[in-house]
């Protein structure tokens, strides 16, 4: 039997998703940029739900209300039953990536009035999401990559190739925007793509996209399943806003320092390193009478520690010296 067509797959996997995660619902939205990827997500979507396309323009490039304008123009072409043009202020904390990821969120969080969001996230972007994470040394959590579905974001394309979106845009006789800023090699996804993924598949015979996204799935599952575990004891330890030593040394090292982390997280941590939560989880294993660890925190003009006293964890705050 002959292999589907490109917009075929792609309508398979996406209903496949709907299915999957029960995702209901009226109207959905999708992040369009004009690339192939969510140009083609779109042109499925339309079809099958009324769609509403979220175009957020970053300015950062010249010509970029240009390529927003005809995006908007190929969505209502699609069938979208509406199409929105979201310009944003992109800062730079975290690099030029990171803060307009941030940027992208932001926006989309605000402009779509309560409806899901598709994102044309694929197969290769999940492995070279692993890579990243891999390099970071974050562990198991960082190497899990993307979330398939974490309302109100929607992933349906994490088991497609990207080369199936390409040829869904040519089957369909679509023309998506080809971002220059995807050849540029002082961005670190674009070497994983076009160096570090094909020395792999040549080295290892090819298949390594799709291995490096099964192993975010099952590591996803694990540290899904663990966190579940932790949440519930987390519960049962708490005392006060504090947590109890003695029962956090008898924990399996992995479910221990999950419940270090939440206990973080509750407390105004972000943005926590594995590193971190291992130098708070040395003040129950490894304690010698040291001092706080400083985590990080969205306060600015006071820092956040977590500290052992007594038998207890506790967090505390200092003023930042001027």
Known sequence: MDRPGA???????????????DVDGEHWCVALSGGP?????????AQLRPTTALIVDHRLQAGSGTVAATARDQAMALGCVDAQVVSVGVGSAGGPEAAARAARYEALEHARAGALVLLGHTLDDQAETVLLGLGRGSGARSIAGMVAYDAPWCRPLLGVRRSVTHAACAESGLTPWRDPQNDDPRFTRVRLRTEVLPLLDDVLAGGVAEALARTATALREDTDALDAIATDIATDIAVGADLAVATLTVLPAAVRRRVIRRWLLEGGAAGLTDAQIRSVDALVTAWRGQGGVAVPSAMTRRRLFAGRRGEVLTLYREPVAD
């Open 37 to 45: 990827d969510s140009l083609a997500l779109t042109a499925v979507a």
């Open 7 to 21: 917009v075929a797959q792609l309508r398979v996997a996406l209903r496949r998703f709907v299915a999957e995660h």
